[in-house]
Each structure stands twice: as C-alpha cells, then as structure tokens.
C-alpha cells in the first residue's frame, strides 16, 4: 500500500488527517482501527511530505483534491468526456498555481531582460490586485509567460498532476 492509498483508507474510514510540525494529527469520531494505524504509521514520513503546504501555501495533497474535483465538475456537471474534463482540469490547475504563485516586481525595471521604461517600448503592469504587479515590457511579456507556464507545469506534475491528454 502506498502513501497515498494509506491516506485514501484513512478518509474513507472517516478520519482527519492534518500535519502540525513534524507530526500527524489525527482528527476521528470514534477509534480508527488497527489497520489504519499501522498503515498511517508505516507511512507517517510520507504522509507528512503530501500533507505539509508548500510555499504556495497548498500541500501536494491539495492540489490534486483540487484537480479531481474540476475533472468531476466538467466530466459531470459539464457533461465532457474524460480526456477533454482532464484536460480543462489541468489548465484550471495551471490557472490556479500562476495565481498563487504570482510575483511581484518593481515599477523600474522589466522583470524579464532587466531593462528600463522607454518612450517606444513602455514597461507595463501585469496581473491584478490584490496579488500585485510585474512590470514588463509588452514584447518581453509572452516569453516571461511561457516561462512561467512551464514553471507550473513541472511544478504540477511533481506532485503527480499532468496533462494526459497531450501524453506528456
Ligand atoms: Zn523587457
């Protein structure tokens, strides 16, 4: 049994799970049974490294609650066919990270080659309040994008989130 599937068993059998520090928190109605423990404790080290937040401020665990949730809406709600809800999953996750990652630069300089405002090639703000501003120049902007894309995408598929329909 893996980690993930010991965790799995733990919440169907009703049971919270939370990391505070260097333990894992139980949360339970009524005594989890033998098993469970002794799966929960087999894995207590990974089960930490899934539960903890990232730097993003969600754990591993998170993002893939979020992921199957967006599959299960457009699959069931949206009436799409497995691949296409996977795929619009993933993009819903990307979206996701880019926002909760979003960074914030200094009105003086382009955050992507390092130059200055110039009368013919003006540094713009991009994103929204209240995550804040990058500054860039329009032509520096769609590579900086891309960039960030990719940073998301490796970033979602270490904690075993991918977009499958593009076999990647
Ligand atoms: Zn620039």
Known sequence: MSAASALQAARDAGIGLHVD??????????????????????????????????????????????????????????????????????????????????????????LACGGGDRAHDALLPHGVDPTGHVWLHSRCWPSWQAGRRVDAVIALKAMGIEDRSKGT
Not at 44 to 50: N, Q, R
Not at 87 to 102: G, M, S, Y
């Open 21 to 110: 520090g260097v333990d894992l928190v139980l949360e339970a109605s009524a005594p989890p049974s033998a098993a469970i423990l002794d799966s929960l404790a087999r894995h207590k080290a990974d089960l930490i490294i899934l539960l903890q937040p990232g730097n993003n401020g969600w754990s591993d665990e998170d993002w893939r609650a979020l992921y199957d949730e967006r599959v299960g809406i457009a699959e069931f709600d949206g009436g799409l066919p497995r691949p296409e809800a996977e795929a619009l999953a993933f993009e819903f996750c990307v979206v996701e990270w880019l926002n909760r990652t979003f960074e914030r630069s200094p009105a003086e300089s382009c």
